[in-house]
């Protein structure tokens, strides 16, 4: 961004503090947010710049750039959810685009750039609850715009035990069983299993250290019986470098390291093959999140799952209640 020259004759120590700090609220933000939030930031921006453009109003590098902010408005913000929504988006798409939209707003706004009485009503400027979303989803025609489902895929018990252990006695096949192991009874994140290195597995001690890099914390789990049984055959056979999981090549030869659209590519596979159609990684999170949460309190299970606070792991807790347990009847 540009820098604005201060005066120091002028200004007290404090006013110069201030001006610097405005200078630079981009730059802090986006140094505190990982890599990965970064990434779903540009692309929220990058489809919010494509809306002004066809609006008339010409922005550039509006996620680097505060003064690009400066005549934004609580119209274009409103007029960006409407236009996502006539577009087919999914509504938890559009209310996290306009939450990243939000967040530039209070940024400029506390750079100075924007005027406060437009921030105010931007921040007015709302999504969709989960009810108004399936309210309008069911009158529109247009195709939803977005790789996310609806709905989660949900496991029954046989189908989690079948991904585990019904994988065949061969290379390949004691690579899945492992990766299910690790997605299913740990509750990993995709891009967590793609990262985990050979040594991230302690055979001896039965335990798995890994990196989580949404929450920026190092874990160590206790390897389920299941887990350690997948790992030692899968060792026994295979002998990875660098990564733990290994590509599969043509004819299931194994080779190099997973990446994280081949472990999505290939739990799906996996899916079909039991009869399960659109699984994910993502979906095996889900399931162990559901399972854990029947047997365990609410802060062992964020810890276990590394969420950065309660709100997930609650609402699992929520999903898994009887609706009218505690309910006594006078008559």
């Given at each position: ?136 989803d069911q009158k529109r025609e247009v195709t939803r715009v977005s790789r996310k489902k609806a709905e ?77 049984l997948a790992a030692m055959r899968y060792l026994e056979i295979c002998k990875p470098a660098g990564k ?88």
């Amino acid at each position: 961004m540009e820098i604005i020259p201060v005066s120091q004759g002028s200004l007290s120590i404090g006013q110069i503090a201030n001006a610097y700090a405005r200078q630079n609220v981009f730059t802090d933000y986006h140094e505190r947010m990982s890599s990965n939030t970064l990434k779903r930031h540009k692309n929220d921006l990058a489809l919010f710049e494509a809306f002004l453009g066809e609006a008339g109003m010409q922005t550039r590098n509006i996620m680097y750039e505060p003064t690009m902010w400066k005549d934004i408005t609580h119209g274009l913000v409103t007029g960006f959810v409407r236009h996502q929504l006539n577009q087919g988006y999914a509504i938890n798409s559009i209310n996290v685009r306009l939450a990243t939209v939000k967040a530039y707003c209070k940024l400029a706004a506390r750079a100075e750039v924007m005027p406060s009485d437009q921030y105010a009503l931007i921040k007015l400027v709302t999504g969709y609850s989960p009810t108004h979303g399936r309210h309008l989803d069911q009158k529109r025609e247009v195709t939803r715009v977005s790789r996310k489902k609806a709905e989660s895929v949900q496991l029954t018990p046989e189908q989690a035990k079948q991904l585990k252990a019904k994988q065949p006695d061969t290379h390949q096949g004691r690579r899945d069983a492992l990766l299910m192991c690790l997605l299913l009874d740990h509750g990993l994140r995709c891009g967590e299993v793609a990262a985990l290195a050979v040594d991230a597995l302690n055979l001896t001690e039965g335990t798995l250290t890994f990196y989580r890099q949404k929450v920026d914390k190092t874990q160590i789990h206790k390897l389920t019986r299941d887990t350690l049984l997948a790992a030692m055959r899968y060792l026994e056979i295979c002998k990875p470098a660098g990564k733990l999981l290994m590509g599969s090549r043509k004819g299931g030869k194994l080779e190099g390291a997973m990446s994280e659209r081949a472990i999505t590519d290939r739990v799906r596979v996996l899916g079909e093959a039991i009869g399960v159609k659109g699984l994910s990684a993502h979906d095996c999170r889900h399931d162990w999140a559901r399972s854990a949460v029947k047997e365990s309190d609410i802060k062992s299970l964020q810890q276990a799952g590394g969420w950065s606070s309660p709100a997930m792991p609650l609402r699992y807790a929520d999903d898994a209640k009887i609706a009218n347990e505690g309910i006594k009847l006078s008559r």
